[in-house]
């Protein structure tokens, strides 16, 4: 039986590899979309239309986003030992 398997995982396996190989994604970085727009910033299409921006990312077919969280520093977590949380 495990004979059997064997062969077939080493076919998944070229597929799962040959179609990564092929794929392409779009990206961004949407991490200021929210500070930009309370600075009054807009976005627009390739026409001129305002448009939500993740509205107009998924138009042109953006795949994957990125996201980065800040803390605001001005918020002290503090463990029981008085230190950082994060270990400062």
């Not at 976005?43 to 795949?63: N, R």
Request: include cysteine; proline fraction near 2%; aromatic fraction near 14%.
């Amino acid at each position: 039986m495990a004979s059997l398997k064997l062969p077939f995982l080493y076919q998944v396996c070229i597929l799962l590899i040959g179609t990564a190989f092929t794929s392409f994604y779009k990206g961004a970085d949407v991490s200021w979309v929210s500070q930009q727009e309370s600075n009054g910033q807009s976005f627009y299409d390739s026409s001129g239309t305002k448009k939500d921006p993740f509205v107009l990312l998924k138009s042109y077919a953006v795949h994957a986003v990125r996201l980065r969280v800040w803390v605001s520093k001005l918020i002290e977590m503090k463990d029981n030992k008085g230190q950082d949380s994060n270990g400062f």
